[in-house]
């Protein structure tokens, strides 16, 4: 099973990802990190109904664009924090749960900060030292 959740539903793209392994079921569910952790946390629900369990969450939402701070700290960070927070009630070994992976997508920009972009920057480092933290 391949579950996406993002803003823009791209049929190519789930059809594309569906031939490569026609043994794979490739969901789409419509999803903005930037929702409230309730949201999340119940769109999970409907998935973990469904599915039963999910190995591995890959938080790889991003925007890199200076001139809307809220809204790249939003995407950035804290979608990746509410999402992270949401599934990890469902995974909770201490509440029987399975367990599982996270994959929190970075960028070189969390260690080495470039001036260009200080925002981007920021919430970059904000997602290291937040996954650092969790590990």
């Known amino acids: 099973?391949?579950?996406?959740?993002?803003?823009?539903?791209?049929?190519?793209v789930i059809a594309e990802l569906r031939a490569i392994n026609p043994k794979v079921t490739v969901t789409f569910y419509p999803y903005d990190v930037t929702v409230p952790l309730a949201e999340t946390t119940k769109l999970l629900k409907t998935i973990f109904a469904q599915l039963k369990t999910v190995d591995v969450l890959?938080?790889?939402?991003g925007i890199l664009?200076?001139?809307?701070?809220?809204?790249?700290?939003?995407?950035?960070?804290?979608?990746?924090?509410n999402t992270t927070t949401a599934i990890l009630d469902f995974w909770d070994k201490r509440k029987g749960g399975p367990g599982g992976v996270i994959c929190n997508i970075?960028?070189?920009?969390?260690?080495?900060a470039i001036y260009?972009?200080?925002?981007?920057?920021a919430s970059k480092a904000a997602v290291v030292s937040f996954t650092?933290?969790?590990a």
């Not at 970075?106 to 080495?112: A, K, L, R």
């Not at 260009?116 to 920057?121: A, I, K, L």
């Open 65 to 81: 664009d200076d001139h809307q701070i809220e809204r790249t700290i939003a995407v950035n960070f804290t979608g990746l924090v």
């Open 116 to 121: 260009q972009v200080p925002v981007y920057s």
């Open 58 to 61: 890959i938080n790889g939402a």
């Open 1 to 12: 099973n391949l579950v996406i959740l993002d803003r823009i539903d791209n049929g190519a």
């Open 132 to 134: 650092q933290s969790i």
């Open 106 to 112: 970075g960028s070189v920009t969390g260690f080495n």
